[in-house]
């Protein structure tokens, strides 16, 4: 297995909310974001983004006036930009584990943050990302890595995903029972 876990599969799988409890189970060892839905009554409006340490931000909206859109969101970069580099950058220094969630082509807006992503993956820390499971030219060159190690979230292996995952890092499940994400 590579150093780096890519977790990939289609909209809508639960790849968020495993990466959630990954980074859950990680505890004070990991740093980084995971992305959510905004909403507006049942329908969704846009994408926001949390650093593990609570800090958040909107990555996308259909309100916004932006030069770069992915579908009907407007992306705002700066403001995306603004929470996730430096809880990016915090990871590369200060924790053991780097969490990712996603990248993709809202993401991909940002030359900062492929640049610092792929920062991320070359260094020694570990990365665990959730990754468009088919996409631009940056996504299919990350995914092509030998370093990394792809897995696929479907209906059939989320119950146990999360387990598997740890165990392929070397990290036994409860190990930081009761922490939090940071």
Same mark, same amino acid.
């Given at each position: 297995?590579? *150093?780096?876990?890519? !977790? @990939?599969?289609?909209?809508? $799988? &639960?790849? @968020? @909310? /495993?990466i959630r409890k990954i980074a859950e189970a990680l505890g004070a060892k990991a740093g980084g974001f995971y992305t959510? +839905?905004?909403?507006? &009554?049942?329908?969704?409006?846009? =994408?926001? %983004?949390r650093t593990l340490n609570g800090r958040a931000g909107t990555l996308s909206h #259909?309100? !916004?006036?932006? @030069?770069?859109? $992915?579908g009907r969101?407007? $992306?705002?970069?700066?403001? =995306? +930009?603004? $929470?996730v580099l430096p809880a990016l950058g915090g990871? /590369?220094?200060?924790? +053991? =584990? !780097?969490?990712?969630?996603? !990248?993709?082509?809202? +993401?991909e807006c940002s030359e900062a943050f492929k640049d610092l992503a792929v920062q991320c993956? *070359?260094?020694?820390?570990? %990365?665990i990302a959730t990754i468009k499971? #088919?996409?631009s030219p940056f996504v299919e060159t990350i995914k092509a890595r030998d370093d990394c190690r792809i897995f696929h979230l479907?209906?059939? *292996?989320?119950?146990?995903?999360?387990?598997e995952i740890l165990k392929a890092i070397g990290v036994g499940v409860g190990r930081n029972e009761g922490q939090s994400p940071e």
């Open positions: 297995m590579g *150093n780096h876990v890519l !977790i @990939t599969g289609p909209p809508g $799988v &639960g790849k @968020t @909310t /495993l959510a +839905e905004i909403r507006a &009554g049942r329908e969704r409006v846009g =994408f926001g %983004v #259909k309100t !916004i006036r932006s @030069t770069r859109k $992915v969101y407007g $992306v705002d970069v700066a403001g =995306f +930009e603004s $929470v990871a /590369l220094r200060e924790k +053991e =584990f !780097i969490i990712i969630d996603e !990248i993709g082509p809202m +993401e993956l *070359n260094s020694p820390k570990r %990365v499971e #088919k996409g479907d209906l059939g *292996n989320r119950d146990r995903a999360a387990e």
